[in-house]
T-cell receptor, first 116, second 112 residues
Framework: DAGVIQSPRHEVTEMGQEVTLRCKPI?????LFWYRQTMMRGLELLIY????????DSGMPEDRFSAKMPNASFSTLKIQPSEPRDSAVYFC??????????????FGPGTRLTVT | SQQGEEDPQALSIQEGENATMNCSYK?????LQWYRQNSGRGLVHLIL?????REKHSGRLRVTLDTSKKSSSLLITASRAADTASYFC????????????FGTGTRLTVIP
């Protein structure tokens, strides 16, 4: 398996532009997580899906952020409009969830977003 | 917050020495996991210890868990320069959310 795939790996955009980050989870995994990592705030959970359904989006900063999972093999995180404070590394992770207990999450390589 | 706290925030040691990192958390858990993150990369799972276990080994890694104190430690023996990375603990809460709660991380630097 190729692991969790994220694209693009790097994104530089201007303030006000729309940004779309993409993630392909590991085949067979039914849970997908979007995280944001910055020096100041560390690793933050933005949203997670179970069986393609958003379960908890309380970490999404504001209405400018939205996430979708149209099928088991693809998810997007969209920022519209983007702001300089959105600059961070965004990680996608997946796992197989069968109730409790929870097992290891597999992380993608991340997308480094810079908003100028 | 259910987020764990790692201690110390940063640690610098000489190659060959042992490195110990600590994690404290707040709620009852099913298990605790340790992850490693190399600079510019995603997190990688290292080891999982269940709430009914007190110690676990994997190669040069030794993890302990004290549920009465809500704390865990990760020991890396005979450290190597390649162990330089950030290390995170993550907890699976016994109640509630089906997501892990990650700590703030310890940045380990191993000097060759």
């Amino acid at each position: 398996d190729a692991g969790v795939i994220q694209s693009p790996r790097h994104e530089v955009t201007e303030m006000g532009q729309e940004v779309t980050l993409r993630c392909k989870p590991i085949s067979g995994h039914n849970s997908l997580f979007w995280y944001r990592q910055t020096m100041m705030r560390g690793l933050e959970l933005l949203i997670y899906f179970n069986n393609n359904v958003p379960i908890d989006d309380s970490g999404m900063p504001e209405d400018r952020f939205s996430a979708k999972m149209p099928n088991a093999s693809f998810s997007t995180l969209k920022i519209q409009p983007s702001e300089p404070r959105d600059s961070a590394v965004y990680f996608c992770a997946s796992t197989l969830t069968q109730g409790k207990p929870l097992y290891e999450q597999y992380f993608g390589p991340g997308t480094r977003l810079t908003v100028t | 917050s259910q987020q764990g706290e790692e201690d110390p925030q940063a640690l610098s040691i000489q190659e060959g020495e042992n490195a110990t990192m600590n994690c404290s958390y707040k709620t009852s858990i099913n298990n605790l996991q340790w992850y490693r993150q190399n600079s510019g990369r995603g997190l990688v799972h290292l080891i999982l210890i269940r709430s009914n276990e007190r110690e676990k080994h994997s190669g040069r890694l030794r993890v302990t868990l004290d549920t009465s104190k809500k704390s865990s430690s990760l020991l890396i023996t005979a450290s190597r320069a390649a162990d330089t990375a950030s290390y995170f603990c993550a907890t699976d809460p016994r109640e509630g959310a089906n997501n892990l709660f990650f700590g703030t991380g310890t940045r380990l630097t191993v000097i060759p």
